[in-house]
């Protein structure tokens, strides 16, 4: 088992910046891929970014490509997404996702585990 915990969100003007972390706990000695997913208010959750379990390969939606930039840190169990040039559009619940995998994975479906999400808030 492994838990997820998201933390980073808040309200930010547009334009501006905000960095999320996801610290794993838990059965961390496995090779986990993980993602990035997002809902907004009344919309279906949807894929934002991924990275593969070394960090070496990621990918993203088309609407954050560009701006948004998803690292990790396998030494600290945790991944992280930077968000840059943060449009209203962006204002949505952030979930991170992990599977154990040594490939990349852009579906929820695919994912064995889930954080409780944090929220973001960006004002125009």
């Known amino acids: 088992q492994v838990q997820l915990v998201e933390s980073g969100g808040g309200l930010v003007q547009a334009g501006g910046s905000l960095r999320l972390s996801c610290a794993a706990s838990g059965r961390t000695s496995s090779r986990y891929a993980m993602g990035w997913f997002r809902q907004a208010p009344g919309k279906e959750r949807e894929f934002a970014a991924a990275i593969n379990w070394s960090g070496g390969i990621t990918r993203y939606a088309d609407p954050v490509k560009g701006r948004f930039t998803v690292s990790r840190d396998n030494a600290k169990n945790t991944v992280y997404l930077q968000m840059n040039s943060l449009k209203p559009e962006d204002t949505a619940d952030y979930y991170c996702?992990?599977?154990?995998?040594?490939?990349?994975?852009?579906?929820?479906?695919?994912?064995?585990?889930w954080g409780q999400g944090t929220q973001v808030t960006v004002s125009p």
């Open positions: 996702a992990a599977r154990i995998s040594y490939s990349i994975h852009t579906t929820q479906a695919e994912y064995e585990y």
